[in-house]
């Protein structure tokens, strides 16, 4: 797809989108309470043959020093988003702040010093960051090294420690196992102290106790270290201890799911987790910058409805409540 073609798509996706929101929602105004702020972000993807556009349009805020999670189908945009927000990648349009800068404005040394400073990333395939042949401490030694940083030994001990894997320090990574190793991933991403931590399905390979202990050292970075979070998850288990989590579906934010009562809350009252996550969540959509909803697909089967068809939408003010109907019911 040559330049030009890929403006007429996008700008497509624009008239779609068909933007009229006021300027003072804009994610171009400085608010210094959000970590991230994303407004009608556009990537698309070109290959000789294809061009998939991975997210149409996305919008998602979030807070300094928020620990939240997106879930979402296979294919929906998820990783494509996390490696927007980690500079792995450049959107096609749109707008995204990270921590105040601007990253469709970013020069190739922006995203270096950006990815260097500001975001920690983990994987669910850990080998992509780890080293098997070096120690743990070693590993989480590494990128402290690369960035030139001083007393990277007694850092990458502390780290170790809050992972809970100080008795493996000098274990080879090849010698320990699965979820150890997701760990010392963990205590890497930590190395240069970001401020924002992304993590695509870290729990992906390990089995339920060890993805509950991943999970307690998220919310203990969070709570301790203030450090935002940002978890991509297919582990409906996972999502149900997450107290915001964020449904993306065709590269767009779909719903959002706010848990009634705080986890820890709950947990006092409970002294377990059990049941069906409606339970425990409230499950929103949301509205877009322009006022547009997506509905849940499975209400559209239940009404027997599809996308482009019309419906019909009546407001009731004395209850505050608006109704769906099928066009000519
Ligand atoms: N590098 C790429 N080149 C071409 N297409 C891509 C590329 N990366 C992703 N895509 C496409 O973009 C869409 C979104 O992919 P993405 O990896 O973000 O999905 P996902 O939600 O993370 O899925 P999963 O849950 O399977 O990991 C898919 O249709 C995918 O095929
Ligand atoms: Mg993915």
């Known amino acids: 797809m040559s330049k030009a073609e890929e403006q007429k798509l996008i700008r ?16 171009t105004q400085q608010d210094d309470s959000y970590m991230i702020r994303c407004e009608n972000l556009v990537k698309i993807y070109k290959t000789d043959e294809v061009e998939v556009v991975a997210l149409q349009g996305l919008d998602l805020d979030v807070k300094r020093g928020e620990l939240m999670a997106i879930v979402g ?20 349009a749109g707008s995204l702040l990270v921590d105040g800068k601007n ?6 040394k922006d995203y270096m010093q950006y990815k260097r400073d500001t975001v920690g990333f983990v994987w669910q395939n850990n080998a992509r960051n780890l080293v098997p042949y070096l120690s743990a401490v070693q590993n989480v030694e590494l990128p402290m090294l690369l960035k030139g940083k001083k007393q990277r030994r007694a850092r990458a001990l502390e780290l170790l420690e809050k992972v809970g894997l100080s008795h493996r320090k000098n274990s080879r990574l090849d010698q320990m196992s699965g979820g150890e190793q997701q760990r010392v991933a963990i205590a890497i991403a930590l190395a240069n102290d970001p401020k924002l931590l992304l993590a695509d399905e870290p729990t992906g390979s390990v089995d339920t106790k060890t993805s509950n202990m991943i999970l307690d050292i998220f ?7 203030r450090l935002t979070i940002v978890i991509v998850t297919h582990d409906i288990k996972l999502s149900k201890r ?10 767009r934010t779909s719903s959002e799911i706010i848990r009634k009562k705080s986890y820890a809350q709950e947990l006092d009252e409970l002294g377990e987790l059990a049941g069906d996550i409606s339970e425990t969540h409230e499950e929103l ?28 939408v009546e407001l009731d003010e004395e ?5 769906l109907f099928r066009s000519g019911e």
């Open 242 to 251: 997450i107290d915001r989590v964020v449904a993306i579906r065709d590269g």
């Open 219 to 225: 919310k203990d970075l969070n709570q301790t270290e």
């Open 73 to 92: 189908n296979s294919g929906s945009g998820k990783s494509t988003l996390l490696n927007m927000l980690g500079g792995l990648d450049k959107p096609s």
């Open 319 to 323: 209850s505050g409540k608006m109704f």
């Open 12 to 27: 497509g996706i624009y008239d779609e989108i068909d933007d009229n929101s006021p300027d003072d929602n804009s994610v």
């Open 285 to 312: 959509v949301v509205l877009d910058r322009s006022g547009r909803l997506q509905l849940p697909k499975d209400y559209m089967e239940q009404l027997g409805i599809k996308g482009g068809d019309k419906v019909k």
């Open 103 to 108: 990253l469709l404005k970013f020069t190739d």
